[in-house]
């Protein structure tokens, strides 16, 4: 005999040999764990649609906002130091990877710079309608504890 859930045998209705019927329970499983699980799932998807519904916090923008400075701040640099690099390149001072190598640190942290401004007007417009529906739906969904296993 198998379960679909894990658990401690609590009561065997049935003995070796017995004749069942379709329907009839055959065994109980302890289902205290379970339940406490369920309780403990129940009480995290509340908190995080409380989270979604009340947005993100104001740290969570300010940092985001810093990331997209400092990268905007790493990426002029880089950019300066390109075009120098591709003076010294023309001038035959420098090689071809020595020039390629700031240049496409700077494409990057372009991109980089970029990624981190998406985020951040993410941010600022917020928790999605269609995050919370889903939200709520996951959370109405709540299935019941199995308690008898049947034959």
Request: proline share 2%; charged share 30%; net charge positive.
């Amino acid at each position: 005999m198998g379960f679909e859930l894990t658990g401690t045998l609590i009561e065997i209705a049935v003995d070796e040999g017995d004749w069942v019927q379709q329907g009839m329970p055959l065994a109980r499983l302890d289902t205290r764990s379970l339940a406490a699980q369920r309780q403990a799932q129940k009480a995290q998807a509340q908190a995080q649609f409380r989270e979604l519904k009340t947005g993100p916090r104001t740290e969570e923008i300010g940092a985001a906002r810093a990331a997209v400075e400092d990268l905007g701040q790493q990426r002029l640099l880089a950019e300066k130091q390109s075009k120098r690099r591709q003076e010294l390149y023309e001038k035959g001072a420098i090689s071809r990877e020595a020039f390629e190598e700031r240049y496409f640190a700077a494409q990057a942290l372009k991109k980089r710079q970029g990624q981190a401004r998406k985020r951040l007007e993410e941010l600022l417009a917020g928790t999605r309608v269609e995050q919370e529906k889903s939200d709520q739906k996951s959370r109405q969904y709540q299935p019941e504890t199995v308690v008898a296993i049947s034959a």
